[in-house]
């Protein structure tokens, strides 16, 4: 990408920065020709974003080779706005515009669409001419569509104005929304369908013509803008909700899709999260508790009783992974126990990060309550996981430690020796199944004892009974 020059030696007006060399171009050229620049030196394109390499990245490669604009069209929660938004690194750094009064966008100062500034520039020479520049990450506006109105994002005719004698077919008497005040810059649009259908005539025009008409008066000069939309597929493709014409006018459409693997998944939950994991009280996280989040997002995206047009966010996994590691903390302060170390029971407590973030099939849940329908979609992915490792790594010495007859009592703040008190040995697999010590730690040991009876419960080998907020695991 272009980078600026130190402040002292910027251009300050259009003399200085003709002499400098600098060279003017159309904001979809200047992301061209930066994002050209970066694919050639192998860099990483897009930091951050996991799991689109081989399929929603090149697309939006091939598109801003095309100088597109775009639709990001996905399930809530696949990163589009997150996408958007990176495009932003392939601006230039600064580019100069005209520092001129009465002027309301930032003027190419070699290349300027409205009158004020065409007239300025014919009265004074260059060297009267001020410029200043603008940083790149100020370059990018976004809005999301609901309560939009179309003097919002493209305008409307200021009547201050009209009474000081303006009149009404100049741009002069126009106070511009955001997309003509991103001249020369990104502009970006969430949840598309939900935009009023005027506001999506106006955006059709400005895609088509690439100029501003408000009330009927048009108001001609190009304005020189990337746009981008998002939308949910299930409103995206409903009739009616899009003009047609705006469609058309779209030069790509990207999909994103959820993560295609649970290793992946688990990737962008702890890039995302970002939550400390040490400190005082430090906290170590087994990964099959890591696979035991992520696969509740899963099942929750497959089950039917959760409507899968709606989709299920990666913010329900990054929620639910810090309610975890928060339930296994406390437990660590008021037990005084370290590391702290996350168990199945502390999945007790995902009802207050996973509530309201899932919506649910009217026709597929029977009356079924949130709580219940989450309680079935943690009870399958408990069920997924075990097996897995039950199929890696035997049922049969897994089990067997537990022997006949023997009552284990579980719980979020139940201290870790007393896990150990009844358990005098522990199988080596365990040591090989879930990848940490737990024979020499007892906070380790007490997590992979839970998963395990939890397991053998989920394949009904073992009973379960529960009061006053204990689990007591039986084998008969």
């Not at 904001?27 to 620049?37: A, G, I, P, S, W």
């Not at 070699?110 to 300025?120: D, G, I, Y």
């Not at 409103?235 to 006018?249: A, E, F, M």
């Amino acid at each position: 990408m272009t980078e600026a020059s130190p402040t002292h030696h910027r251009p300050a007006n259009l003399q200085q920065l003709r002499e400098s060399g600098w060279v003017s171009k159309p904001v979809k050229r200047e992301l061209h020709d930066n994002f050209l620049k970066a694919l050639a030196s192998g860099e990483d394109l897009f930091p951050g974003i996991v799991g689109y390499e081989d399929t929603v990245v090149p697309e939006v490669n091939i598109a801003l080779l095309a100088s597109h604009d775009m639709l990001f069209l996905g399930e809530k929660g696949q990163g589009k706005s997150r996408l958007m938004r990176t495009l932003v690194r392939f601006l230039d750094e600064e580019v100069p515009y005209l520092d001129i009064p009465g002027v309301p966008l930032h003027e190419d100062p070699c290349s300027p669409v409205t009158t004020v500034a065409k007239r300025f520039l014919a009265e004074h020479s260059p060297a009267e001419t001020p410029i200043k520049w603008w940083k790149r990450e100020d370059r990018y506006a976004e809005r999301l569509s609901p309560g939009t109105k179309f003097a919002d994002i493209i305008g409307e005719i200021d009547p201050s104005k009209l009474a000081s004698g303006v009149s009404m077919s100049t741009e002069e008497a126009l106070h511009f929304g955001l997309i003509p005040r991103m001249h020369r810059g990104i502009f970006a649009m969430n949840e598309l369908p939900e935009l009023d259908e005027l506001v999506q005539v106006g955006l059709f025009n400005i895609l088509e013509e690439r100029d501003v008409q408000i009330r009927g008066f048009p108001v001609r000069f190009e304005i020189d803008v990337l746009i981008l939309f998002s939308a949910n597929p299930s409103t995206y493709n409903r009739s009616g909700k899009v003009i047609p014409q705006l469609k058309d006018r779209i030069g790509s459409v990207i999909h994103t899709h959820y993560p295609r693997e649970r290793d992946l998944g688990i990737k962008i939950l702890e890039q995302e999260a970002k939550v400390d994991l040490g400190g005082d009280y430090p906290v170590v996280v087994p990964y099959f508790m890591k696979e035991l989040i992520e696969q509740i997002t899963i099942q929750a995206r497959k089950s039917k009783y959760i409507d899968q047009q709606s989709g299920v966010s990666a913010r329900f996994s990054i929620a639910n992974y810090g309610t975890m590691i928060a339930s296994a903390r406390q437990r660590s302060v008021l037990l005084g126990e370290k590391p702290a170390v996350p168990r199945i029971s502390d999945l007790g407590h995902l009802y207050s990060s996973s509530l309201g973030k899932l919506e649910l099939d009217m026709m597929g849940s029977h009356q079924m309550s949130e709580r219940q329908v989450l309680d079935a979609v943690i009870a399958e992915a408990i069920r997924n996981v075990f097996n897995q490792y039950v199929e890696e790594h035997g049922l049969q010495e897994i089990a067997e430690i537990f022997g006949k007859g023997v009552k284990i009592e579980v719980g979020d703040m139940l201290p870790s020796a007393h896990y150990a008190d009844r358990l005098k040995r522990v199988p080596p697999v365990w040591d090989k199944a879930f990848e940490v010590n737990a024979a020499s730690d007892p906070a380790v040991r007490a997590s992979c004892v839970e998963f395990v009876l939890a397991g053998l419960y989920s394949l009904d080998r073992i009973s379960r009974s529960q009061q006053h907020g204990h689990i007591r695991y039986e084998i008969e």
